[in-house]
């Protein structure tokens, strides 16, 4: 049983341009969370969807991030325009719909806007 | 959901027990305790939970005072595996249900 994917692990952008970020959520599992690490910073929530749904993205920036989970396809995190301060990790976690184990985090995308 | 307070380093002898401390005074009766790590790099890891009860699992035991206003996550047998940043969480996971509210955590480190 696959774990949390997500890919790149590594990802280079210059300033300007797109992130995307996709992550596949374990087997069975239909909610996915996104959060961010900035360098020596603590994780904070971005994000939280259901299959084609947004349920809460208090925690996203206001601009130029978006965030979408189809009915078929990894979840996408998408960033335009990017700029030096959106480097940083970016975790993906996933859930069932009830669980008492928590949820399962991937292994994140590591980006660096140059 | 209820604010932690966690110290912010330990260290841990290879082959002893940690005892992790984490003060939560202003939880409600339905937030739970949770603990994650975080090695170096790698996404966080869940490791175990609780309400009321002491739990135990394959990783560690938790120990929730009867008041619940703090509790101690054991790692009995540390392992230089183990040296990460723990996490102690309180949650409402009716209505906060993937908003988990990292803090600082402890760095533990294991030494040999």
């Known amino acids: 049983n696959a774990g949390v994917m997500q890919n790149p692990r590594h990802l280079v952008r210059r300033r300007g341009q797109e992130a995307r970020l996709r992550c596949s959520p374990m087997k069975g599992h239909s909610h996915v969370y996104w959060y961010r690490q900035l360098p020596e910073e603590g994780l904070k929530f971005m994000v939280y969807l259901q299959k084609e749904n947004i349920i809460d993205e208090s925690g996203m920036p206001k601009e130029r991030f978006s965030a979408e989970f189809p009915k078929e396809g990894p979840s996408i995190l998408r960033i335009q325009q990017v700029v030096r301060g959106d480097s940083a990790a970016y975790f993906c976690?996933?859930?069932?719909?009830?669980?008492?184990?928590?949820?399962?985090f991937g292994s994140g995308t590591r980006l660096t806007v140059v | 959901d209820a604010k932690t307070t966690q110290p912010p380093s330990m260290d841990c002898a290879e082959g002893r027990a940690a005892n992790l401390p984490c003060n939560h005074s202003t939880i409600s009766g339905n937030e739970y305790v949770y603990w994650y790590r975080q090695i170096h790099s790698q996404g966080p890891q869940y490791i175990i939970h609780?309400?009321?009860n002491n739990e135990t699992n394959e990783m560690a035991s938790l120990i929730i005072t009867e008041d619940r206003k703090s509790s101690t996550l054991i790692l009995p047998h540390a392992t230089l595996r183990d040296t990460a940043v723990y996490y102690c969480?309180?949650?409402?996971?009716?209505?906060?249900?993937?908003?988990?509210?990292f803090g600082a955590g402890t760095q533990v480190v294991v030494t040999p």
């Open positions: 969480i309180a949650i409402m996971t009716t209505d906060s249900w993937g908003k988990l509210q």
């Open positions: 609780g309400l009321k």
């Open positions: 976690a996933s859930s069932p719909m009830w669980t008492d184990y928590g949820y399962t």
